[in-house]
């Protein structure tokens, strides 16, 4: 069953400097940002991967150190951080890259309940623990859903290579991502709205 108006992206096998991928390092345009210093960069999402986003590319990054034993992990304190900017390739430099994660492409997968996309680009969240209050605070303020990461959707590798990720960024759950828009659909704003595992 094909689901309207749904992207599912996974991790590729090869790597890209630019578009949607995840890990290595960050979009050159984040070059001397104060970002770099405290958080690390986990993703973007390449240009037009969503109505939303029209020409531009938003970028992921988690506070360096963040723990899921940690305070901040709702709205609007929690240690993730998601950036709209305008198409960037990889930074030649290697400041503010995740150490814990492999770099690659991020690509479309069939938009069906087979395999659980890492990304999920959808009109409704997909909840684990189906607690909808999760996200009042987020909605409270005037934004809608946009998009997840869910950890379940990271690349099961066989033995002996090393595992793309060391370990769960977000206690093997997903982190919930909320946005308000223009008058044109664009989003304007894109804010982490929480964690559930």
């Known amino acids: 069953m094909t689901l309207v108006g749904r992207v599912h992206l996974g991790v590729g096998w090869s790597d890209s400097d ?4 995840i890990g290595g390092r960050p979009p050159q345009v984040f070059g001397g940002q104060t970002i770099l210093q405290t958080h690390e960069y986990l993703l973007t999402l390449g240009a037009h991967t969503a109505p939303w986003l029209g020409a531009r590319e938003l970028s992921v990054f988690i506070r360096r150190g963040f723990s ?6 709702e709205y609007p304190d929690i240690g993730v951080r998601a950036v709209l900017h305008p198409p960037s390739s990889r930074s030649a430099e290697s400041a503010g890259s995740h150490e814990g994660l492999g770099s690659a492409a991020l690509i479309n997968l069939p938009a069906n309940d087979e395999v659980t996309p890492l990304v999920l680009i959808a009109p409704q969240p997909v909840l684990i623990q189906n607690e909808p209050s999760y996200a009042n605070a987020v909605e409270a303020d005037g934004h809608r859903f946009l998009f997840q990461i869910n950890e379940e959707g990271w690349p099961v590798v066989a ?6 990720v060391e370990e769960y960024l977000f206690g093997y759950g997903s982190v919930y991502f909320y946005g308000s828009a223009d008058a044109t659909g664009l989003a304007d704003e894109v804010v982490p709205g929480f964690l559930d595992f």
């Open 18 to 21: 630019g578009g949607s991928r």
């Open 159 to 164: 033995e002996p290579q090393s595992e793309f």
């Open 68 to 73: 899921i034993g940690d305070d901040d992990l």
